[in-house]
């Protein structure tokens, strides 16, 4: 959770300087890279916080109702978010990242999905659980 709040916090600081970015989130809510990390957290296996205390995956698909988003605004979130991994120096093993870009390439396609006119949100939808990788572990060729 403290490294996926680290990565969240840094990228919503770069955000603004992000001219594809910026206007989407600049009206954001104060606790946005915090709500963001506890989500990504439950996600990858970590502690079950936001489906507790935040109103689990239908909360999150509401947040992204009739906003619109592009697949440029998208690759953009996408973009910035793993260079952001980088700079901060995340694990780089293959198995980690694969699993973060494989939720994030997933998350946010959906994000934009259900951003657009006539989506709907299944009040019952289940968190998703992103496993660690397809090869489960390091894999020694
Ligand atoms: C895996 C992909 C994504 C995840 C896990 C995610 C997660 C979230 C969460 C948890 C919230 C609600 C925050 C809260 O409860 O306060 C949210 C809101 C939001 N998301 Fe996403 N999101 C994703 C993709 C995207 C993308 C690709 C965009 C735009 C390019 C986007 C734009 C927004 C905006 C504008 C809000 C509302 C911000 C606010 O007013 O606080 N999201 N997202």
New binding site residues.
Partial sequence: MDALLRLTTRFYERVPANPT?AP??A???P??AQ??AA??AE?LGGPET?SAD?GGHP??IR??LN?H?TQE??R???ALLLDTADELGMPDDPEFRSALVG??E???R???LNSQDGAEVNPDAPMPKWGWGEVKGPYVP
């Fill in positions: 970015l989407v989130f009206h954001m809510n606790q946005h709500h963001v989500f990504l996600v936001y935040h909360h999150m947040q992204h906003r988003l605004q998208r953009a979130w996408l939720y994030l997933w998350g946010s959906l994000a934009v």
